[in-house]
């Protein structure tokens, strides 16, 4: 069984700095590209960034040189290194192995002005 658990999120002033991680139980973590999704209220589910299994990463337009997102094979961990944060930044951040039907439970990230 796959497990995705989210940390890191939290309140943090405009123009402020967090690092998300997502740390995957289960064997499939390295064989697989992992995708960091962002749910604001009232808002559609949203791609932010995602990793493939050989480093290769791609952003969604909103967060495009703000945002890093990289990984760390052995320890099955995904991260999202989030910069000059935005008030509209505010939302559930979660994890996923793409294509697949394994989510996180989601991590608030609350962005002040």
């Known amino acids: 069984q796959v497990q995705l658990v989210e940390s890191g999120g939290g309140l943090v002033q405009a123009g402020g700095s967090l690092r998300l991680s997502c740390a995957a139980s289960?064997?499939?973590?390295?064989?697989?590209?992992m995708g960091w999704y962002r749910q604001a209220p009232g808002k559609e589910r949203e791609l932010v960034a995602f990793?493939?299994?050989?480093?290769?990463?791609n952003y969604g337009d909103s967060v495009k040189g703000r945002f890093t997102i990289s990984r760390d094979n052995p320890k099955n961990t995904v991260y999202l290194q989030m910069g000059s944060l935005k008030p509209e930044d505010t939302a559930v951040y979660y994890c996923?192995?793409?294509?697949?039907?394994?989510w996180g439970q989601g991590t608030q990230v609350t962005v002040s002005s």
């Open positions: 289960g064997s499939i973590f390295s064989r697989n590209a």
């Open positions: 996923t192995i793409l294509g697949s039907h394994y």
């Open positions: 990793i493939t299994r050989g480093g290769g990463t």
